[in-house]
Structures are given as structure tokens and as C-alpha cells.
């Protein structure tokens, strides 16, 4: 029933900037935790970022915090991931996924937690 459609990559530069965006339908997003995942190719999924249904609690991956930043738009019904300082080694698919009820950090990093995913949106970054 949750739909998820990401969008926002594309090929930037080290150093630059880009904001991904997670339209959700289908369910009310205060009720959703909602995740940013990533996936390299060789490597696994794992977990960027996450906000909490309800409380709005965000948990960042060690290697991305104080660069990005996730935040809920409740009048478009969307998760954004903004990335600032962009280097080489986030590349990857990101997608977004999303599951009713709260989750503790531990818990939004594990693509099991997850029952609904986006379609993934390429993020490049190389000069």
C-alpha cells in the first residue's frame, strides 16, 4: 500500500551538493519511519539515514553526518536526503523505505526492518 518514488540524483562533482527526494502515498508519513538506504555495486545495502514516525528522531551513518541531513516535508508528503560535501565514495543507488511505526536507530540501519522500497535513484559523484 506505501509507495515510494525517489528522486534528485544525478552526477555531481566532489564537493557538491544534492537533495534527493522520497514522495510517499498511501499512508500517512507521521505514522512512517523512513529510511535512506545505499548500494554500491560489489557492496551491500546499508543504512544512511532514518526519521522516526511520530517523534521525528534521525539517525545518520557515521560517514555521512554532519553532511547530510534528512527531513520530512508533511504539505508534499516527502523524505529528503540533503547531501552536502559530496565525495566519491557516496556513490551509489539510494533508496528510500519506509515501515509504520517507530523504530530505534539501531533498528532503521537493517534493510529487514523495511517492507516498502523505492525504485532507487543514481547518485554519481567523480570530476
Known amino acids: 500500500q506505501v509507495q515510494l518514488v525517489e528522486s534528485g540524483g544525478g552526477l555531481v562533482q566532489p564537493g557538491e551538493s544534492l537533495t534527493l527526494t522520497c514522495a510517499v502515498s498511501?499512508?500517512?508519513?507521521?505514522?512512517?519511519?523512513v529510511a535512506w538506504f545505499r548500494q554500491a555495486p560489489g557492496k551491500e545495502r546499508e543504512g544512511v539515514s532514518c526519521?522516526?514516525?511520530?517523534?521525528?528522531?534521525?539517525y545518520y551513518l557515521d560517514s555521512v553526518k554532519g553532511r547530510f541531513a534528512i527531513y520530512r516535508d508533511d504539505f508534499s508528503k516527502s523524505v529528503s536526503l540533503k547531501m552536502n560535501s559530496l565525495e566519491p565514495e557516496d556513490s551509489a543507488v539510494y533508496y528510500c523505505?519506509?515501515?509504520?511505526?517507530?523504530?530505534?536507530?539501531?533498528?532503521?540501519?537493517?534493510?529487514?526492518?523495511?517492507?516498502?522500497w523505492g525504485q532507487g535513484t543514481q547518485v554519481t559523484v567523480s570530476p
Open positions: 523505505a519506509a515501515r509504520p511505526g517507530s523504530l530505534p536507530p539501531n533498528m532503521c540501519t537493517l534493510t529487514d526492518s523495511f517492507r516498502s
Open positions: 526519521t522516526s514516525a511520530s517523534s521525528g528522531d534521525t
Open positions: 498511501g499512508f500517512s508519513l507521521n505514522y512512517l519511519t
